[in-house]
């Protein structure tokens, strides 16, 4: 990896100061960080006999069992509405944001808690209110996603060509300058990272059946916990069918069709108890003793929340932990998917494996590796590693495919290590660093491993109905993840120009 | 020639924020006047240019030297955005969708003269280079202004071409301040020179009283040259 | 514009669409949550038979959830966990536990070890199964968490984090009998009738992993509806409701949660649970 910039700054070693050995210096401290807290993760590995399972689950996979799923289609049908009208309401709200978010620290402070939340958790903390009906939903998806679209809009329209609007005549109003000399020049990058977010919407459309609405992962998380193999791989299958051709059924000329027929899959719809969103929002919330003033009464509160400072040690550590993984995964497989390297078949299947380990939620890698590896962080370390390295590769593969390299005469391994990756690897780093908010949201659903990560004892909150104590708790990881996102935002290559606006 | 002074500097000092580009500049722009504006690259054409197109605001005609097209509107609305702000937004909003039929009619009048019918439609990003520069020029001549400010509006066409742009700018302005860096055209076509070297005002002469070589004095390299050879 | 136009007119047409009296009740069943609506139907039409309302079942997935939808009167009446009914009780004033299933007032725990411990069948639990991992079901399963750690604290004294060296949430029984099959973890607690079920079925590999204790009876699942149900649907509402519910025998119907039948229950059949959940911190 940073072993290409090593070699162009022979034979000073890392020493000097052009940007690529600043990157090669920044991912080795953070490849050494991991290393060096490593001992402190619980990385035991016990393998029993894991094969009858596995070989359960392959076999699932091979043969799935399409005949015995209860009619999939309404599934995929409320999973697409969801993920499209998720997606729309977040531009709806976020597009306005990114237009003042440069100029209003309030606006990118909002932005960035929102964004700090997990979709699911937004979910369980709707569901407490509108139950399991599609106001959940889409909520759980648009909150979130109006901070994300905010932020890279504005990211995006910072980056706007100041010439065309220079050229403008003096007196032009603020709508028209940005409508003419504005928001043309950049629509392709916002489309684009549009298109990618709603893929994003999708996956995160399945997730939210894990929580219980009725999307392609309700049937699926049963299925599959229950060990009805054959009908969890059916449910699989279709979903990655589905990613894998979004070119063709989300095509920009369908898309207005697809919205407005969607919208009347959505549902269903709450009465909303009006007392009910009161009492949640005005006590349920928050802590008796914090309600009644008593502050000796907030210190036991307190007390009683199960080991703090180690939740948010784990939360940090499987987060480090996972980004490096994700790095060394992004740099392994990339080439897998990229025209560069191999021919068709190998691309055929490094791109169906890319979209396979991307699109596969992490609970059920996890859960693989759980079997595999005994109980440890180990699993859940592979399943972030491998869910989000596989993501970067995919971006990384098609930044370099819009590459063309100097010298065709090449070997592999030359045009791996001198042509592609020396500049394609200030963006991949640059992703890395903005996935890396990503994952430490991801830990929290990995709860089910028994490591007690803040997103464990959040779930556990929202079980015992203590909303307080998961209030508290989504407070304490969103101010977790503004500091990471502060760090992140502070060591990613900043002076890259990330022409793929998917990058983040 | 006592006409109307439309601009008049004293010990002027121009620049960006601290660094003073051009240093204690005297001019007087009077109307009428036909200019152009040499020096070599960095010598603080595009600062003085600045400064006039800031300084006569409302009056002066705009076409950049980077041109500022937006690639990926059609060459109507290009040309269109010189008049942005004299419709409501709602109505630039309504001419993105649907061309307003007078602009529409006047647009492409003027794109007949300059040799780009039948482009109206096209995004500006897939012309050539000389009709991108033509599309610019429209953008500034629809403006309609009395003055037109150009940084190197004829850089990239051939020198038959330039001449042509050059009457049309002529026909529809009474002055004019052209940067430029054709020395000969210069002396044909305008009748006043400014020339500046090394931020300070060298030459400001009518053009019948300068030859080339005057001008060639203001390009630091070709003087030296000439030198070393004699 | 024209989106916005779109949206407002499509959200509209949906408002209309939330229809009044609906009697609507959810179950899971402790296992196997396949084709939930499709066998579910059945029991809806039945309660629409008896009870002369428009019944419709609600699908959920986890305890939270069913307790989330009674709270948000989204379901009138649900076929809850032990736990998860005394929690919905809590939230929902007036609301009572109506009958449980014949087997649930005498309902067990089991824990099961993978052979590699070298653990016997036996009538306490054995000491040594200090030091080893451990796994229970979902976080608010009655018979996969709640009972099973009481039963070890009131055994050893401690807490399961300071009995085992791991302890894990599988989420779910099935689960729990196929992680400590494959050995991931050495112990398990699992609800016996899921055991059993799974043992008659063959998919359970009884040479890698079996029963070490069965845990004293308590109540467990029951169904419970909300105190205002008399006043949505008409006086002795609720009794009419019980009725149907002891009333059904169709053996097709009662597969689904899966019980032999119902019998009455009160809310104070479950007073010992509520005093162990809060003993142990799950419920305050």
Redo the contacts between chains.
Sequence with gaps: MPRAEAISAAPGGLRGDSPGLRLARRSLTLIAACVVLLPLADMAVITRDPWSELGRMLSGMAWPHWWSLPSPIGAIALTVAVALWGTLLGILLGFPLALVFSRSRLVRAGCAFVRAIHELFWALLFLQVFGLTAVTALAALAIPYAGIFAKVYAEILEQTPP???????????R???F???EL??V??RLAAYTRYRFECAMRASVLLGFVGLPTLGFHLESAFREGRYHEAGALLWLFYLLIASLGVWGHRRLLPLLVVGSAFLLGPWPRIDGDLLWRFVSRDLWPAPLREGDWAGLLAWLGEIPELLPAIGNTLLLGLMGTVGALLVALALWPLASRHFGNRATRLGGRGLLIALRSTPELMLAFIFLLLLGPSMLPAWLALALHNGALIAFLAARHADALQPGMPGLNASGRYAYELLPRIYPGLLALLFYRAEVIIRETAILGMLGIATLGFHIDSSFAYLMFDQAFFLLLVTAALNLGVDALSRRFRPRDVVLDDPCSR | MSQATLLDLRDANLGYGDSVVVSRLSLTLRAGERIALLGASGAGKSTLLAELRQRL??RA??C?Q????????AVY?NVY?????R?S?LA??CN?LRPNRRAWAEISELCRELGLDGLLKRPVGQLSGGQRQRV?IA?ALY?QRELFLGDEPVASVDPHQALRLLALIDKRHATSVIALHQRELALTHFNRVWGLRDGRLAIDAPADELTLADLDRLYPDAHDANDAEG | MRWLAVTALALSLFAQTASAQTFRFTAIPDEDQSRLVERFQKVADYLERKLEVDVEYVPVKSYSAAVSAFRNDQVQLAWFGGLSGVQARRLVLGSQALAQGVEDAAFHSYFIAHQSTGLESAERLPKAIEGLSFTFGAKTSTSGRLMPEHFLQERFGKSPQELFSRVGFSGDHSRTIALVEAGTYDIGAVNFSVWNAAVEDGRVDTDKVQVIWKSPAYTDYQWTIRGDADERFGDGFTVKVRQALLDMHNPELLASFPRSGFIPADNDDYAPIETVAESLGLLR
Excluded at chain 2, 66 to 72: A, E, I, R, Y
Excluded at chain 2, 81 to 85: A, I
């Design positions: 010439a065309p609007r220079d050229a403008l005549p003096p007196g032009v109003g709508v028209s300058r409508v003419y000399a043309p020049l629509w392709e | 605001a409302e005609a705009w950049p980077s041109h500022g097209l937006v690639p990926q509107l609305h955005m010189g008049r942005l702000e419709h937004a630039n909003l993105l610019a953008r403006q």
